[in-house]
C-alpha cells in the first residue's frame, strides 16, 4: 500500500504530571524514530511557549507567546519542557520521520502580568455571566504586559486591559470574581454554559478588538515561519466566537503560504454544540470527540451494567466521522484535573481497540496511556497499544461491517482493500465473564481461510465458512483481533 494511504494516527506527547524537569523536547527527538515506527503519524505538542508558572508551568498559564524558552522570564530561560533550540531540534527531527508536528495554541487568555490598571468593570454572577451583581466600580486588574525581557525581539506588541475583556482579580479590593471591564462585552457565538462561557481564566482576550486580531494574525505566521509546524491544536475553543478561528486561520495560511491541519478542543458532552462548531468554521477544523471519551468512561465504572450496543451513541465519530478525533484519555481527563474522568484500567484494552482498530475518526493515542503516568503509578499500555498501532497500519482496511447487537458482546468486521495491500480483520470484545462467539461476515474471498488472534488471547485458530462468515471468539472483558495466518508474514 502506498505510504501516503496507511491509517494515520495522532499522539497526545504529555501528561499534566510530567516532572519540571522532564526534558520533554529532548525525549521526543531521541523517540522520534521509534514512535514513527509503531505507527504514529502525527504529533500534538504541549503550548511550546513561556507561561506564567515559568518551568513549572504546563503552558496553558500564557504568559509570552514569542518566548518559545528563550529569555530570562518567569525565573527561567527553558519552558517545563526544555528551550527553544531544544523544541526546533525536535520539530525537525520528528519531520524528518514523516511525523506531523501539531501544535497546541492557547488564544482565549493571559496569565502573569508584569503590571495592573485601574480599570471600570461589573462584577458578574459566576452561575449567569450575562448578569451584573452590584455596581460599576473601579478595579485594579492584571493587564499589563510588557514582556521587558525581551526587548521587543520579534514583536513589540504590548498587552493593556484594552485588549481585554475581564479578569478573576481586584487587587485594589484583594477580590476575586469575574470582572466584566466597562464598555466590553462577552464575546457571542461562545458554549452557552454559566449563559456565556467566554470567561475562563486570567485576563480574557477581546476577540473584537481589531489590533488583538492583527497580533493573533501575525503571530500565528512568525510561529508557523519559526517553527515549521504542520498544524494547531486549539485550546479552549468553546470560549472564543466561534467564526473567529476560520477567519484567522484563512489570514494565517495565505500568509505563510501553505496548509495548516486544525483540531479544536471543544469540551462538551453535548455534540450539537461540537457540530454547530463544524459547521460555523465550514468543516475546517476538526474536534476532539469528547462525547465518546465520556461513553468509554461510563462503560469503564459500570462493567457488566454498560450496553455496549451504545457505546458509540451521541458521539462525534457516528454523526461527523470525518471532523472526529477520538480519543481514550488526555491531560485534562487525568486524576486529580478538573475534568476527571478518567477511563479504568480494565477497560483501557478494549476502549483503544474501539478508536484504533475502527476505519472512522483519527484516533489520537495518549502519553500517559502510552508510557504510563508516575504521579500515581499508573503503568500505560505501550506493548498494547503498540500492537494495536501495528494492527490498524496493515489491517483496518475496507468495508466495515458492525455488529453491535448484544449489550455485553459487540463487534466488527473490516474486509480489506480487495485492490491494494490493505488487509481485512475481525474484532470482537466483551465486557462479562465467559468465552463468547460471534458470527460475522467478513468476505467471501477468505472462504476457508485460516484465522488466528493477532492479539493472542484466543490461542485456537478458527476457519472462515464457504459464505465468508467466522465464528470470531473473545474471552470474557476482553478484545480478540482476528486475522488470516498466512498475511501475518507478509
Ligand atoms: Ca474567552
Known amino acids: ?225 519559526t517553527t515549521n509546524i504542520d498544524g494547531f491544536r486549539l485550546d479552549a475553543v468553546k470560549h472564543i466566537r466561534a467564526e473567529f478561528f476560520k477567519e484567522w486561520l484563512e489570514k494565517v495560511e495565505e500568509r505563510v503560504g501553505k496548509n495548516l491541519y486544525c483540531v479544536g478542543e471543544y469540551w462538551s458532552t453535548y455534540r450539537d454544540a461540537l457540530e454547530y462548531f463544524i459547521n460555523k468554521n ?48 488526555n491531560h485534562d481527563s487525568e486524576i486529580g484535573q478538573s475534568l476527571e474522568s478518567f477511563v479504568e484500567d480494565w477497560f483501557k484494552p478494549l476502549a483503544y481497540a474501539l478508536i484504533l482498530l475502527r476505519n472512522q475518526g483519527l484516533p489520537c493515542v495518549f502519553y500517559g496511556d502510552y508510557y504510563g503516568i508516575e504521579k500515581y503509578n499508573f503503568k500505560g499500555f505501550k506493548l498494547l497499544i503498540e500492537r494495536m498501532l501495528s494492527i490498524r497500519r496493515k489491517y483496518v482496511y475496507g468495508t466495515q461491517n458492525d455488529y453491535f447487537n448484544d449489550r455485553g458482546l459487540i463487534g466488527w468486521t473490516l474486509e480489506g482493500d480487495p485492490y491494494g495491500k490493505g488487509y481485512g480483520c475481525a474484532v470482537v470484545l466483551s465486557n462479562k465473564p465467559g468465552i463468547h462467539t460471534k458470527k460475522m461476515f467478513i468476505g467471501e474471498r477468505y472462504a476457508h481461510e485460516k484465522f488466528v488472534d493477532i492479539l493472542g488471547y484466543m490461542p485456537k485458530p478458527i476457519y472462515i465458512d464457504a459464505n465468508g462468515y467466522g465464528q470470531f471468539k473473545c474471552d470474557g472483558i476482553s478484545v480478540s483481533c482476528w486475522v488470516r495466518e498466512e498475511s501475518i508474514f507478509d
Open 1 to 225: 500500500m502506498e505510504e501516503n494511504n496507511l491509517n494515520k494516527t495522532m499522539m497526545q506527547y504529555f501528561e499534566w504530571y510530567l516532572p519540571k524537569n522532564c526534558d520533554l523536547w529532548n525525549k521526543l527527538s531521541k523517540e522520534a524514530v521509534s514512535i514513527a515506527s509503531a505507527g504514529i503519524t502525527s504529533v500534538w505538542l504541549p503550548p511550546a511557549y513561556k507561561g506564567a508558572g515559568g518551568n513549572q508551568d504546563t503552558g496553558y498559564g500564557v504568559y509570552d507567546m514569542y518566548d518559545l524558552g528563550e529569555f530570562l522570564q518567569k525565573g527561567s530561560i527553558g519552558t517545563k519542557y526544555g528551550t527553544r533550540e531544544e523544541y526546533l531540534n525536535a520539530i525537525k527531527i520528528l519531520r524528518a520521520n514523516n511525523i506531523e508536528v501539531i501544535a497546541d495554541i492557547v488564544l482565549n487568555h493571559k496569565m502573569g502580568a508584569d503590571s495592573t490598571e485601574k480599570v471600570f468593570a461589573y462584577k458578574m454572577d459566576s452561575k449567569n455571566r450575562n448578569n451584573r451583581v452590584g455596581k460599576l466600580r473601579e478595579i485594579e486588574a492584571y493587564t499589563k504586559f510588557d514582556f521587558s525581557e525581551r526587548y521587543n525581539k520579534y514583536s513589540s506588541f504590548k498587552w493593556d486591559s484594552s485588549h481585554f475583556d475581564g479578569v478573576d482579580y481586584d487587587a485594589k479590593n484583594k477580590q476575586t470574581g469575574i470582572f466584566l471591564f466597562y464598555g466590553k462585552s462577552w464575546d457571542k457565538d461562545v458554549d452557552l454554559e454559566n449563559g456565556n462561557y467566554d470567561y475562563l481564566m486570567g485576563a480574557d482576550v477581546d476577540f473584537n478588538n481589531v489590533e488583538v486580531i492583527e497580533e493573533f494574525i501575525n503571530w500565528g505566521v512568525w510561529y508557523v515561519n
Open 282 to 329: 465550514d468543516e475546517r477544523i476538526q474536534v476532539f470527540d469528547v462525547p465518546l471519551h465520556y461513553n468509554l468512561y461510563e462503560a469503564s465504572k459500570q462493567h457488566e451494567k454498560y450496553d455496549l450496543k451504545n457505546i458509540f451513541k451521541g458521539t462525534l465519530v457516528q454523526s461527523m466521522p470525518k471532523m472526529a478525533v477520538t480519543f481514550v484519555d
